[in-house]
Structures are given as structure tokens and as C-alpha cells.
């Protein structure tokens, strides 16, 4: 079940992209109750991994607190070079 917080995290990453085609991904402020009740500030890193599919991660400073938060299911399966450049990402 998705929070009326989630959806509105939903629907202000998709029309992010849909208005920068080009970026990967993303900084943006927390949507109070978009990680559940504790938190609120801080840094959301939205990564744009495929059509339709995001990865969400509340980042303070460097230190990941969520990591990987699918938030939107993928279209189709992913392609192992893809996967593979989206953990070079991640790990650097």
C-alpha cells in the first residue's frame, strides 16, 4: 500500500524526468511521511534507472539512511550491461 505521501513522491519524480529527458537523476527535499512518520530532512537522491523505474535514497550528507526504494514497477526486464553501469553508480 502506498502512503498519499508516496504517491505524491511518485508523481513529482515521473513529471521530473518527463520534463528533463536527458538528466539521470535528481536531488530534491523529503515529502513529510515519504519515509514513514520519523525523518523529514535531509536529501532525496531520485535515480532514473529505466522507463518508468526509479530508485529513491534519503541521503544525509554522504551517509545513505534508505537505500534503493523501487518505487515504480519496471516495463520490462533490464539489461545486464545497464545493471551493471547502474552499480558503478551506486558505488562511487
Not at 513522491?9 to 536531488?27: G, I, K, L, Q, T
Not at 523529503?30 to 512518520?37: A, L, N, T
Amino acid at each position: 500500500m502506498r502512503t498519499p505521501a508516496v504517491e505524491q513522491a511518485m508523481e513529482r519524480d515521473r513529471a521530473y524526468f518527463v520534463a528533463h529527458p536527458d538528466h539521470s537523476y535528481y536531488d530534491r527535499p523529503p515529502i513529510p511521511g515519504e519515509f514513514g512518520d520519523g525523518g523529514g530532512s535531509g536529501t532525496v537522491r531520485v535515480t532514473q534507472i529505466g522507463l518508468g523505474l526509479r530508485s529513491r535514497k534519503l541521503i544525509a550528507g554522504a551517509v545513505g539512511i534508505l537505500t534503493n526504494e523501487m518505487i515504480e514497477p519496471a516495463p520490462a526486464p533490464m539489461p545486464e550491461w545497464l545493471l551493471s553501469e547502474i552499480l558503478k553508480a551506486e558505488l562511487s
